[in-house]
């Protein structure tokens, strides 16, 4: 007896270690092995399987089976009246022999005659069924004792308790799942719904089309350039697709005027910065800044821009993006009064009036983009995409543009590049 006792305190121990495991995907198919390995060494029993109940199957799948062969079925089907009568019974073991009623034994009988499964343990937690333990004759050949049963019962619920845990595991892997499913879509819903709201836009100016967009791509290549993470630089994205959003509201004659406009046709079509801010900022959008590109992408460094005629530090930093993105498709576009400008002077425009409208910082930035795609050290062409392959012409180009990078930074050895 003695012995026996010690024997069951080194299983209990050891249980309670493994219970631990048991929130581990790869651990609990072991944790449920050695579980029964303990259940039957600890009682001398021949043979045993755990069984993992699925509600919606209706059905008890083996986990882990020890000593009982090949034929030994699977799955087993659970009907209505099996999952009352277990639920009914609680963890405590049932004698196969008197367990008749049940549907399930009916059933599967021959099978558990043929393996000499004497107690079959409802696992019960909580007041749900989580699986089965299906336990065989003692190896003495002896009847299972009050005391044996006793013992069975406490390591079901270990066991039971085990499964239920990673049941839960398995509900909360599925709505995490389901989480990021719903959360991809929502995004793809926003970023559709931006594109749409810029080929709006982009529809009222005839002699602009397209425009949002490239602006749109501009400003990720320069936030991309300045190293910001994913998240931000689609954020950047968005509020160069979103910039004009303010131009919906104005005349269509003003914005298609094919002659330069009047003072008071200036004055309605300056108002679309503030108007774009007002349209988006009840909109909660991921990347905060978007109203404000929209308000202040018309200011210069210098003071000289609207609405507000602020200065350097005072203009936010996304509106100094879309600035320089804006006035470069500007100058690299056909206007309906001026045809568009050739790109070694569109260059020395940005570099000219670096400090003055644009951030020299972001005049760098755009020219290491355009001369890394130009030197082929980024494979992606996303300018010429743009402006079409013939437009910059790397042989004049990429020159001009190491001038520009070392003239606006020459002090720097990380800007530094080689002029050949
Ligand atoms: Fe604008």
Redesign the pocket.
Known sequence: MLENQQKLIHTFGALADLGQEVAHKQNFQEMIRTSLHLVLGSLAIMRGGVARYSRFGHELNMLVMRGLGDNFPLSLSLCYEDERQFLANGLAPIEVKHAQVLPFVQIYDRSFESKKIELVIPLIIRDELVGVIFLGEKATGEPFTGYDKDIICAMARHIGVGIAQRNLMAELERRAEENRHLYEDLRTTYKDTVKAFAAAIDCKDKYTEGHSERVGKYTEIIAGELGWDNDHVEGAAIAGYL??VGKLVVDRNIINSPTRITASENAQLSK??TVGYEILLPIHHPYADVPLAAKY??ERLDGRGYPDGLHDREIPFIAKIVNLA?SFDAMTTDRPYKRRRKSEEVIEDMHRNSGKQFAPELVTAFCRAMLKELTNERKEKRFRKILGKDYLEADKIVPLLKNVLNARNATSPLTFVAAE
């Open positions: 910039h004009d679309h910065p992408h018309h804006d």
